[in-house]
């Protein structure tokens, strides 16, 4: 009976270990099959990847991807990925994303292992980073960046003021918009005034997909009529394209001239306004004295005259200054000015408010009398002239008659003495 147990617990013993060399070989050839299997599914490599490249907006573009080795029996794969989030393109020669299954196509030569990348009607969404790589092959991919160039949308420029009116008064502020779109490159955006003189005093913000240029500018009454001018241009556009805004009405006061026109007989004064609104009520005041006297001891007159003419009698004013103030009315408040003409004097002067027309106060009677003054002064001079020269040839005759002279003349005597003679003039013409 010993025996017999003996003999049983050897045999189990031998059963345990024939088990256990068993599981081991098994272990060995999994590991050595999984081995194979990896360096086999490794063997699809990429050996041309795209290169970047610059297109237009509505072009097509080609993006070259060639593998090799691939073994699509093992589940090897090209794919193609936006690299930005990682969202795969294509599956082979198959398009697995919807939204791009009208303008994505796999094409080339699938033999030669061509998975070219073909993007038809290229958009600006289009822009980004493409790569190709093998799927369960080699962990290397090849990538690219595909640049799109557009222009702004259609619809831009637009212009408008922020206060959404074009009437203001003086000193009031304006704040003008020009909207355009988002564009590579970004577009060229200026305002222009009404003198197309670039306005350098701009402030530009994205918002959204839109680029908002505003100008803000104090107006005054010279803006009056004035238009804005937006211009955007881009590479891909021939010309800029332009919005505006305006004519701007702007309500001011009115602007006073005064011309003045001289006659013989009168003093015509024409009260020039600008203002807006343009329909004035007038009013004439004359200020009188005379040269020596401080304006404020003038005496004032008032004209009943509501018209933009004034006419005074020269005989009324007669060797006297007139300071004339015209003002008129709108709207908008008054505007005044006047003009200081010297009756007394040749001429007539703008005052310090306001520089006026050259005036002629000489009358034709007066400019007669001082040409024939002149003509006889002129006479007597040349008269005067000729008897001073006729007296003072008769004078030159005179002293020649009545000179004498004395003639000194050597003679040698016979004993040598020289012997000096004097004679007078009068001896020698008897002698």
Not at 179 to 184: D, E, H, L, P, V
Not at 205 to 217: M, N
């Amino acid at each position: 009976m010993a025996i017999s147990k003996a003999i049983q617990q050897q045999n189990r013993r031998r059963i345990r270990i024939g088990h256990s060399s068993t599981f081991v070989i098994k272990m060995k050839l999994v590991f050595a099959a999984m081995t194979l299997a990896i360096v086999y599914v490794q063997s699809g490599v990429i050996v041309q990847g795209p290169q970047s490249i610059t297109v237009i907006e509505g072009d097509t573009v080609i993006l070259s991807c060639r593998a090799d080795g691939l073994d699509e029996t093992s589940g090897q794969a090209v794919i193609w990925e936006e690299t930005s989030s990682h969202p795969t393109i294509s599956h082979n020669r198959q398009i697995v994303r919807e939204e791009k299954m009208n303008r994505f196509s796999i094409v080339g030569n699938e033999t030669n292992g061509e998975y070219n990348l073909q993007i038809t009607s290229v958009i600006p969404e289009d822009n980004g980073i493409y790569s190709c790589s093998v799927f369960r092959g080699s962990s290397t991919n090849a990538s690219a960046f595909l640049t799109v160039l557009y222009p702004p949308s259609n619809k831009y420029p637009v212009c408008f003021p922020l206060e959404n009116k074009l009437q203001f008064t003086e000193i009031e502020m304006l704040s003008i918009v020009c909207k355009t779109g988002i564009s590579y490159p970004p577009a060229n955006v200026s305002w222009m005034n009404a003198n197309s003189q670039v306005i350098n005093d701009t402030n530009v913000v994205l918002i959204g997909d839109e680029y908002i240029v505003s100008h803000k500018e104090v107006i005054y009454n010279y803006h009056d009529g004035a238009s804005f001018t937006c211009s955007v241009s881009h590479p891909l556009w021939s010309k800029p394209k332009n919005c505006s805004i305006g004519p701007l009405y702007i309500l001011y006061r009115p602007l006073i001239t005064i011309s003045v026109q001289m006659t013989t007989a009168n003093v015509e004064l024409k009260c020039v306004a600008i203002g807006n609104p343009s329909t004035f009520t007038y009013k004439w005041v004359v200020f009188l004295g005379n040269q020596t006297s401080p304006q404020v001891y003038f005496k004032k007159l008032d004209i009943m005259s509501e018209t933009d003419s004034l006419i005074l009698q020269r005989t009324d004013y007669y060797s006297a200054e007139l300071v004339v103030e015209c003002s008129a009315r709108n709207s908008e408040g008054e505007g005044r000015t006047n003009a200081t003409i010297m009756l007394s004097s040749s001429h007539c002067r703008g005052s310090t408010t306001k520089i006026i027309d050259v005036c002629r106060t000489i009358s034709v009677p007066t400019i007669c009398v001082l040409v024939i003054l002149i003509i006889l002064s002129l006479i007597a001079i040349v008269f005067l002239i000729m008897k001073i020269q006729k007296l003072r040839k008769s004078a030159a005759k005179t002293d020649v008659s009545n000179v004498s002279s004395r003639v000194e003349m050597k003679r040698k005597g016979n004993n040598g003495v020289y012997v000096t003679l004097t004679e007078s003039i009068e001896n020698l013409e008897r002698i």
